[in-house]
């Protein structure tokens, strides 16, 4: 069982700045993928940002630029600094582990962007 813990989400006005971070605990594999994805009204749920935990890092289209992960692997934190936020940007952001052998989400917390 791995458990995660989201925070830094809140109200922000659009061009300024929030970062994400969420904290893993539990049976936490040496080899695993740590992302971001988003979810609007109405929407499916998409891909914002995953890092592996050798680094690698892969970005949906929309935030290329803008928007940085990074993890602590100490910590087993990950983090989403999202710079230049758009009222698009608007939805709850889940944090989620993948392995071999799991794939665990967090309860998320909400992004909210006005102009």
């Known amino acids: 069982q791995v458990q995660l813990v989201e925070s830094g989400g809140g109200l922000v006005q659009a061009g300024r700045s929030l970062r994400l971070s969420c904290a893993a605990s539990g049976s936490i594999s040496s080899s695993n993928t740590m992302g971001w994805y988003r979810q609007a009204p109405g929407k499916q749920r998409e891909l914002v940002a995953t890092?592996?935990?050798?680094?690698?890092?892969d970005y949906t289209d929309s935030v290329k630029g803008r928007c940085t992960i990074s993890r602590d692997s100490a910590k087993s934190t990950v983090y989403l600094q999202m710079n230049t936020l758009r009222p698009e940007d608007t939805a709850v952001y889940y944090c989620?582990?993948?392995?071999?052998?799991?794939?665990?989400w967090g309860q998320g917390t909400q992004v909210t962007v006005f102009s």
């Open positions: 890092i592996t935990s050798s680094g690698g890092t």
């Open positions: 989620n582990y993948r392995s071999r052998w799991r794939n665990s």
